[in-house]
């Protein structure tokens, strides 16, 4: 090598150190980099009106509106607001003298959750203001300033003249950072009963968890009515009724069958995280429910919360290559799940008439029917954690087929146990729903 080309090689050497080093000093000197998206207005903690969140975040808001006038179904859900009770009047039985068997309405969107919970049938002059804690925006503000204990104790009458907004941005988002966040206590509280720090969860199990602040089981406990989610044991069906079975917790008896019932609520997010293939996968519940969309250069998440086959190809697409093949792969999915509980209501209505013949019976040996009535409350719980929970089967499918298989056998245990106290074999008879309408059918 000569001496002008060792002059040379030094040289750019030296020019590339001193750009590596100026590169880095730049960089060491940058302010701290914020949100792509700077706010405008500032928005106050717990906020309960979404309209000031959607002046800094218009496109986010104005897709949150929408929920309001989702009327569209699906084959077996969407936004109606039909009737359970008309669609499948077995759930009248099922209900006998609860709640629910008065008026059971599918759920409309978000914005209209204030609105309908105060018109529904069930509320009366005794109901807790535990009812609103999913219902409105109110609710971070309240629970902060007067404790859950308080609100859950005070009337649902009461409370109501505090609440004026439905479901909102201060359900899920911190103001200050816009980031996901916990803000319900009976959710913070039932994590940490199973030693678990929701502030450790990265963005994407967040964008599962905000659901949980609503969308899961729960019950009122004690006389406070507190609310309360029943995690202790594990958020599988069978932990859930272990622990309701050592709190001695029912919501009704059921008339003449004189059974303990317990009524399940909306547990997606156990019926999701409960080893589901998508879970297992890594989505999360917005990937589907609430998928990124672009308005011109602006990406944004869509908050028109609904169904993900209203949108499939948005929705699945953005995974899925052939979304016909999987759109007919989830109606595969749920007419399955859907016959197989139509099959699993008969099978516990059987019960029920069993139970009910064999307890009218002075004759009947009492600590069968105790049985019975055990396997009954169990048969019906399971159940009623698929009914209850709004995917009819999608969210998770083999789960959903694992426990409806065991509540119909559970049921069909309960009736043999009325049979056998009753030492009555009629009261095997099955598909006793069917013959009761027919009856009915032909009364005068």
């Not at 080893?275 to 969309?293: E, L, R, W």
């Not at 209505?349 to 009218?360: M, R, Y």
């Not at 009914?387 to 559970?410: D, Q």
Request: hydrophobic share 35%.
């Amino acid at each position: 090598m000569n001496k002008y080309a060792l002059i040379s090689l030094v040289g750019v050497i030296v020019l590339l150190a001193a750009a590596l080093i100026g590169t880095l000093v730049f960089m060491q000197n940058r302010p701290v980099e914020s949100r792509a998206i700077q706010t405008i207005y500032d928005v106050a903690p717990m906020e309960p009106n979404s309209e000031l969140w959607g002046r800094n975040f218009p496109n986010q808001y104005s897709s949150f509106l929408d929920t309001g006038d989702n009327t569209v179904d699906t084959t077996y859900g969407g936004s109606s607001k039909f009737s359970h009770l008309e669609r499948d009047p077995r759930q009248v039985i099922l209900f006998a003298s609860y709640g629910f068997s008065l008026e059971y309405n599918d759920d409309r969107g978000h914005e209209n959750a204030l609105t309908d919970v105060r018109e529904i049938k069930r509320v009366n002059e005794k109901t807790p203001g535990t009812c609103y804690s999913c219902k409105s925006s109110d609710n971070p503000g309240l629970w902060a300033e007067m404790g859950m204990e308080a609100y859950d104790k005070t009337l649902f009458s009461e409370l109501g003249k505090h609440i004026n907004n439905p479901i909102g941005c201060a359900n899920c988002h911190e103001a200050e950072t816009m980031r996901l966040i916990v803000t319900n206590p009976a959710l913070e509280e039932a994590l940490e009963a199973q030693g678990k720090d929701w502030r450790t969860f990265s963005r994407q199990e967040m964008r599962s968890l905000v659901c949980a602040n609503c969308h899961v089981e729960y019950y009122f406990k004690g006389d406070g009515k507190y609310l309360t989610f029943p995690w202790q044991n594990g958020t599988k069906v069978e932990e859930m009724y272990e622990y309701y079975t050592e709190v001695g917790f029912k919501d009704w008896e059921y008339p003449e069958a004189l059974t303990p019932m317990l009524k399940a609520q909306h547990p997606e997010y156990e019926m999701f995280t409960a080893g589901s293939t998508h879970f297992n996968a890594g989505v999360a519940c917005a990937d589907c429910h609430m998928p990124y969309v672009r308005d011109g250069a602006a990406k944004y998440t869509d908050h028109n919360i609904r169904s993900p086959l209203l949108q499939a190809e948005r929705a699945c697409g953005q995974c899925h290559t052939d979304v016909d093949y999987v759109t007919g792969r989830v109606s595969l999915i749920q007419d399955q799940a859907y016959n197989t509980k139509i099959a699993t209501e008969d099978a516990i209505v059987d019960a029920i008439n069993a139970i009910k013949a064999a307890t009218a019976n002075p004759a009947s040996d009492q600590a069968l029917l105790v049985e019975a009535r055990e396997l009954h409350r169990q048969a019906q719980f399971y159940w009623d954690f698929v009914s209850a929970e709004n995917s009819m089967g999608f969210h998770n499918p083999e789960y959903v087929l694992k426990i409806l298989a065991e509540s119909t056998n559970l049921a069909r245990q309960a009736q043999m146990k009325a049979s056998q106290a009753a030492n009555d074999p009629s009261l095997l008879e099955i598909d006793t729903y069917y013959l009761d309408q027919e009856a009915g059918a032909l009364a005068p």
